[in-house]
């Protein structure tokens, strides 16, 4: 039951999301003299690059089905712990404590990920209890106040910029990259879509699809503890408190890109689509001078009418 | 009311499109009170959909619908089932965790005065439309500890209780053995002596000819014939159904391709046994043979498949893959042995739905397409698929296409497909025609055949009779758990088969 004709409700639904990135992309230029400009574009990336880093780990979670609310934390976890280690004339070279705060990323990931692939903890639990420890392990270890006075190197890493691009757009450019080519380029990424599309059956066809989705989870871990540095440095603050709430719009990017909460698609582009909306629509109302508030319900709008023009695409 | 012979439904000339494919184009069907009416074709004749717009779950795309004569046009499944038509879909949809009475009348459930639940009430009314079918189902058992075939009942009685006079049932015996089926068609024969007007949904010829009174045979969503029962012959519906004919579905003869030893022992089963499943299961399979595996639902067939292929854990018993000893762990150690498996459910085990035709296939193998370890070649990817698309002839417009779009015959050559890109030698097949059309069957045989002949060793689960002694070298047969037994092609008959399926003995072997 299929047909080759092209019809144009098919194109609308197929690149909806693009198209209406394109249509807000035009009219905001018409309506605002500062959007098209390069500071302007340079400032949007910067904004989205924080969430729009974890998104693209997100997008490998929500791909095999699951879901992870543990992002904002873990990425608070790794700001903290990372600048802590260089704050004032410490010795510890930089790289040593980026690498700190990757790992203790990746060790968040990997323990939601062995309650979900080994124990068979539903996600949302899974994740919604790392979440809740590593917050509290955050205001342990700083004892609720932020870090201050770290070096200048590590600063650069979120204020710096190579030529005119600001160096987390150049990061999250690369985690883009990254992951694209892992999902749609490699065995693994075919595998993780496998496994959301249809766990029982990617078993049967001998993929360990509690590895693959440990793997993401850890993956995920990476991608916050990255975001974290990133906003930590350009804050230059490391904050405890740091992310609350980033999960949901981490999420929000995803779906919007076009991904299944129920698994078995997904794409990285589409996340970074996702992403540019909402940091376009943002700025754009800024400049317009709406209030934050209405801000808030308009992407809510946004999420339904994405979600939505995805059913009519499946239809 | 009308009289008896009234038609109680007559839908005319209904059309129904979807995108670009016109699914039932101008069909008429009528349905009597105290009548079976079978509704044949093959899949994609357009048979449950235009059922499927009679229960309201679709809606119509031109023609109209008269109910006892008055213009009835449904327009949600509910305000269809108040006015009496009810239809048991193919995956049942019970509650699981809920008791049969809870279930029944889930949604009309009955109150007292007050608005509180009458449980008393709706399990004494469950049991006496039990008494009267001769269902020996308790009310408050739940679902989940119920079988296959009782759900079935269940499901029925659900619409019974809902007071329907038109029941649809589609196929409603594609998951349950001959003696439930049995059972199944006095069910029926009762509901129409009720004067309730039945549809009937099904591939299969036999249950067709018993139960029917009214035969529809569709083709590519038109209404080929409409004929009573006993105006029909098999080879004429089939010949209707699939506008040629079929005189020899089963493709088997000698013949090799290839050249290989028929003595060479590819798997050898020894004393397999798991306590409460199966019980010292030993048997071997040799090289380009056909191992039918007869044997009634819950015999434990699935189960000792499953774990020579590492899906479940035995207790005791070895398997030897081509002379040595495997300790299969989970599927991945099966597949790099040779081994390849064809689920019983497709849909659950065999498919990711929502994926493409391509990455099914080559979801097994990825591995042998990758460059350096890690890269998809796509190039080669394409190539591959390209060429096992071709030589099982799966129709669709391209590899891209999406599997849930496909009709069953095609989604289970996808399956084969992805098996035969890793050239494995020994095939486990559950089940490998259930719920594909006759069409699609026969070329399914033929792929089995042409496997064969290649020197590829297939195990064959099956419960349908025709097929294990059409296509098998030998057949072994189960009941409970056990082997009680072997045959060859020659030895083998229906008879003997019915028989130790039931756990008789059989003499000579």
């Known amino acids: ?315 | 009311m009308g009289e008896h012979t009234d038609y109680i439904v007559e839908m005319k000339n209904c059309r129904k499109v979807f995108p670009g494919v016109v699914a039932v184009n101008d069909v008429s069907l009528s349905l009597r009170r105290g009548e079976v009416h079978a509704l044949i074709g093959e899949n994609g004749a357009g048979k449950s959909t235009i059922m499927k717009i009679l229960a309201g779950i679709l809606p119509l795309d031109g023609g109209e619908i008269l109910y006892e004569g008055e213009p009835f046009s449904p327009k949600n499944p509910l305000q269809v089932l108040e006015k009496g038509i009810s239809m048991i879909p193919q995956e049942l949809d019970l509650v699981p965790d809920m008791s049969v009475w809870e279930n029944i009348y889930c949604g009309q459930e009955k109150t007292t005065k007050l608005g509180v639940i009458n449980k008393k009430v709706m399990i004494a009314e469950t049991q006496k439309i039990f008494d009267e079918l001769g269902i020996q189902i308790s009310p408050l058992s739940k679902i989940y500890k119920l079988s296959v075939a009782q759900m079935q009942m269940v499901t029925i009685v659900k619409a019974i209780a809902f007071d329907a006079d038109v029941i649809i049932m589609d196929e409603p015996t594609s998951a349950i053995t001959d003696r439930e089926v049995a059972h199944l068609f006095e069910v029926i024969a009762k509901l129409k002596n009720q004067q309730k007007a039945i549809v009937y949904i099904s591939h299969k010829m036999d249950e067709i000819f018993q139960i029917a009174d009214m035969i529809t045979v569709m083709r590519d969503g038109c209404h080929i014939v409409t004929k009573k029962a006993s105006e029909l012959t098999r080879e004429e519906v089939i010949h209707h159904m699939v506008g040629r004919d079929l005189s020899n579905m089963y493709t088997k003869d000698g013949a090799r391709t290839e050249e290989f030893d028929p003595e060479e022992v590819l798997l050898e089963v020894n004393g397999l046994s798991k306590e409460g499943q199966f019980e010292d299961i030993s048997f071997d399979l040799k090289r380009g043979e056909i191992l039918g595996v007869s044997g009634l639902m819950g015999a434990g067939r699935t189960e000792v498949m499953e774990t020579i292929f590492g899906l479940r854990k035995a207790d005791k018993g070895t398997i030897r893959i081509k002379g040595r000893d495997v300790r299969v762990k989970n599927p991945g150690i099966a597949i790099r042995r040779g081994l390849a498996f064809v689920s019983e459910d497709r849909k659950l085990y065999g498919l990711n739905l929502s994926g493409t035709i391509k990455t099914n296939i080559t979801m097994a193998y990825l591995s042998q397409i990758l460059l350096g370890g890690l890269i998809i070649q796509f190039k080669k990817e394409r190539s591959v698929v390209d060429d096992l698309m071709g030589q099982l002839k799966v129709k669709a417009t391209s590899r891209e296409t999406v599997v849930n779009n496909l009709s069953g015959g095609n989604q289970q050559k996808v399956i084969i497909a992805k098996w035969l890109m890793g050239e494995p030698d020994i095939f486990i097949m559950d089940e490998p025609t259930r719920g594909i059309d006759i069409g699609a069957k026969a070329e399914i045989y033929k792929i089995m055949d042409t496997l064969a002949k290649r020197g590829k060793s297939i195990i064959m689960i099956s419960s349908e009779m025709p097929e294990l002694l059409g296509m098998s070298d030998r057949v072994i047969v189960m009941h409970e758990g056990r082997i009680t037994g072997k045959f060859t092609r020659e030895e083998c008959n229906q008879e003997i088969l019915m028989t130790c399926s039931v756990g008789g003995n059989v003499d000579g072997n």
Not at chain 1, 16 to 33: E, H, K, N, R
Not at chain 1, 54 to 76: E, P, R
Not at chain 1, 78 to 101: E, H, K, Q
């Open chain 1, 1 to 315: 039951m299929e047909t080759s004709k092209i019809s144009i409700g098919r194109i609308l639904s197929k690149y909806g999301m693009y198209i209406a990135f394109g249509v807000l992309f035009i009219a905001l230029s018409v309506f605002s003299p500062v959007f098209l400009t390069a500071t302007n574009i340079i400032n949007i990336l910067r904004q989205i690059s924080v969430i729009g880093i974890m998104a693209v780990g997100m997008t490998f979670v929500i791909a095999t089905g699951g879901i992870d609310l543990s992002v904002g934390a873990v990425m608070a976890l790794s700001g903290v712990i990372s600048t802590s280690l260089v704050r004032g004339d410490s010795a510890v070279p930089l790289i040593a404590s980026l690498l700190a705060g990757i790992a203790v990323g990746i060790a968040c990931g990997a323990f939601s990920g062995i309650f979900i692939s080994k124990l068979n903890v539903p996600e949302f639990i899974a994740t919604l209890a790392t979440m809740t420890m590593t917050r509290g392990i955050c205001y342990v270890y700083t004892d609720g106040r932020p870090i201050t006075g770290f070096r200048d190197d590590y600063k650069f890493i979120g204020t710096g910029s190579l030529g005119v691009i600001p160096i987390p757009i150049i990061i999250y450019l690369c985690i883009v990259l990254l992951g694209i080519f892992f999902l749609n380029f490699t065995k693994f990424g075919r595998h993780v879509l496998a496994v959301g599309g249809n766990e029982k059956a990617s078993i049967v066809s001998g993929i360990n699809s509690a590895r693959i989705k440990f793997v993401c989870y850890v993956i995920s871990g990476f991608t916050s503890a990255i975001a974290g540095i990133v906003l930590a440095a350009r804050t230059q603050t490391g904050q405890p408190v740091a992310g609350e709430g980033y999960e949901l719009d981490a999420i929000t990017a995803v779906v919007i890109g076009g991904a299944s909460l129920s698994g078995g698609s997904g794409s990285v582009l589409g996340a970074v689509v996702g992403m540019l909306i909402i940091g376009v629509m943002t700025n754009g109302l800024d400049l317009l001078n709406v209030s934050s508030y209405y801000q808030k319900v308009i992407k809510g709008i946004i999420i339904l009418v994405a979600v939505l023009s995805d059913r009519a695409k499946k239809k």
